[in-house]
T-cell receptor
């Protein structure tokens, strides 16, 4: 099946710093990618839809200035958590859907802000 | 807001037994998908059932869909300890929306 690669798999950063997470579709082009956030023992909550060549669409309650999304190419979307705080510590997962089939997910990024 | 709700939230069974998880949703869908997530990992797609299908099989997995009741079930037969994971249903309209998940524990 299709492969979505997410990097890094885990990151620890200090409060106030920014962290960039990359999501790549390795064997297909993705005009749209999705970014999810998952707290422990909870479901995935959609944060935003990343659109290649245009602005991302954010879900209600998600701060677009804090979670910067860039989808500069058909195979790469990045999520930057700016001025991270401990409450931003979470599991972030991206997904992409080739040709309207099932979604393929990255491995996820465990972010810990200390 | 969550579209799907899985039932039960947690299920513990013995190896060899069958596990049934249910999912209910609220709005019209194009398809419904089931995913598996091992602790702290990404999601793995298990099976997709389209809105015009009623039942689908894949190996030890059997999925049913009842669009009149807006519900789906996932049956895992002859469970194994390696099946221990969280299972999510996700409905697809313009985008995926996930349910709360069922934590399945299969005891050896």
């Amino acid at each position: 099946g299709a492969v979505v690669s997410q990097h890094p798999s885990w990151v620890i950063c200090k409060s106030g710093t920014s962290v960039k997470i990359e999501c790549r579709s390795l064997d297909f082009q993705a005009t749209t990618m999705f970014w999810y956030r998952q707290f422990p023992k909870q479901s995935l909550m959609l944060m935003a839809t990343s659109n290649e060549g245009s602005k991302a669409t954010y879900e209600q309650g998600v701060e677009k200035d804090k979670f910067l999304i860039n989808h500069a190419s058909l195979t790469l979307s990045t999520l930057t958590v700016t001025s991270a705080h401990p409450e931003d510590s979470s599991f972030y997962i991206c997904s992409a859907t080739p040709q309207s089939t099932e979604a393929f997910f990255g491995q996820g990024t465990r972010l810990t802000v200390v | 807001s969550q579209q799907g709700e899985e039932d039960p939230q947690a299920l513990s069974i013995q190896e060899g037994e069958n596990a049934t998880m249910n999912c209910s949703y609220k709005t019209s869908i194009n398809n419904l998908q089931w995913y598996r997530q091992n602790s702290g990992r990404g999601l793995v797609h298990l099976i997709l059932i389209r809105s015009n299908e009623r039942e689908k099989h894949s190996g030890r997995l059997r999925v049913t869909l009842d669009t009149s009741k807006k519900s789906s079930s996932l049956l895992i037969t002859a469970s194994r300890a390696a099946d221990t994971a969280s299972y999510f249903c996700a409905t697809s309209g313009s985008r995926l929306t996930f349910g709360e998940g069922t934590q399945l524990t299969v005891n050896p």
